[in-house]
């Protein structure tokens, strides 16, 4: 789809918070793809990753939150400043490659029925990141969400993030990952857009969720590709954003479940908060040994510093006669 045609159709809001450089290189690939009209709602940040938009390259909407209510607020926010019928909502750690939100247009203009389409997402070593994936049953959610924390690669989480060649094909999908998609803005408007109860995380998934409830579809297209270079924001909160991702968890499940399901609730809680204390104590770990690595590094540096230097002194030293 020409570029030219996307300026008119799509705007773009970008929810921003501490996202550093990155932000930069968000904006040009989504200027590059022919979006006009980008907004960037940021969340109070404090590393000046704003400024970027000082020495962007054509004109970009600065709306500043007045608090930092997460990213669907965010979202929220900046969606109702846009005219466009398609509003392309993502993470300020995205590039988009040329021509991805085109074919994201095109996939909902062959759907009406649509209302979200989400592209592939790669990480930076060219690996997808897993989107398009169905609602999780109890079963594979608690094998995932349990076993996951020490065996990756185990047969729920397969199941769960429809690893394999499910994130190669263009399908229909229970939802998409809101790192970053494309919605009809009436749609969007329809069901109140994001749930702003959730902070972070699981807003996607409970999103596509009301959109199916009212009638919509969502559609997962891999021939638009977007490299997403996680982690500049929540990585200098991990503790926080693991709480709010379980928090959310909870949320959705007490949303979504009916029947003899909502029997098993107080259950889903206390396996969530167990869940919890693990993560934290795996990333607690994590982040120690990463520590003693560079404490060790360095103290083998000193050392082979040290040695060198002794061995000039040895080499200088002139020849002893006896």
């Known amino acids: 789809m020409p570029t030219s045609d996307i300026s008119g159709r799509v705007g773009a809001v970008v929810v921003n918070y501490n996202a550093g450089e990155v932000l930069g290189r968000c904006l040009a690939s989504l200027r590059r793809n022919g979006i006009a009209d980008i907004v960037v709602v940021d969340n109070g940040s404090t590393d000046g990753s704003t400024e970027v938009l000082q020495s962007f390259e054509g004109s970009c909407r600065l709306i500043s939150s007045p608090r930092n209510g997460g990213y669907g607020a965010g979202a929220n926010l900046g969606a109702r400043s846009i005219a466009c019928d398609l509003v392309f909502i993502c993470n300020p750690d995205l590039v988009a490659e ?5 074919r994201l247009v095109e996939s909902l203009d062959a759907r009406r029925d649509a209302a979200v389409a989400g592209p592939m997402l790669l990480e930076t070593d060219g690996s997808v990141y897993p989107s398009g994936r169905t609602f999780p049953d109890l079963r594979d959610a608690l094998g995932h ?18 690893l ?44 596509c969720w009301r959109l199916h409830r009212a009638g919509w579809g969502v559609v997962y297209e891999p021939s638009a590709r977007i490299v997403h270079e996680q982690g500049h924001s929540t990585s200098r909160e991990p503790y926080r954003m693991l709480v709010a991702h379980h928090r959310s968890i909870l949320r959705f499940a007490r949303r979504s479940t009916t029947g003899r399901q909502r ?14 204390v693990l993560a934290c104590l795996e990333r607690y770990s994590g982040a120690l040994r990463s520590r003693r690595s560079k404490v060790q590094a360095a103290s083998d540096a000193r050392a082979e510093g040290v040695a060198t230097t002794a061995a000039r002194l040895g080499e200088d030293r002139p020849p002893s006669w006896g």
């Not at 076993?147 to 429809?162: A, D, I, Q």
């Not at 229970?174 to 702003?196: C, I, M, P, T, Y």
């Not at 029997?263 to 919890?276: Q, T």
């Open 98 to 102: 040329p021509d991805a939100i085109g």
């Open 164 to 207: 394999g060649d499910d994130q190669h094909r263009a399908r229909d999908a229970d939802w998409v990952s809101g790192a970053g998609f494309l919605v009809r803005r009436d749609a969007f408007e329809a069901v109140g857009g994001f749930d702003e109860a959730y902070f972070m995380y699981v807003e996607d998934v409970d999103l």
């Open 145 to 162: 969400g349990f076993v996951g924390l020490f065996w990756r690669n185990n047969p729920w989480t397969r199941r769960y993030r429809l």
């Open 263 to 276: 029997l098993l609730l107080p259950l889903v809680a206390v396996a969530l908060g167990a869940r919890l």
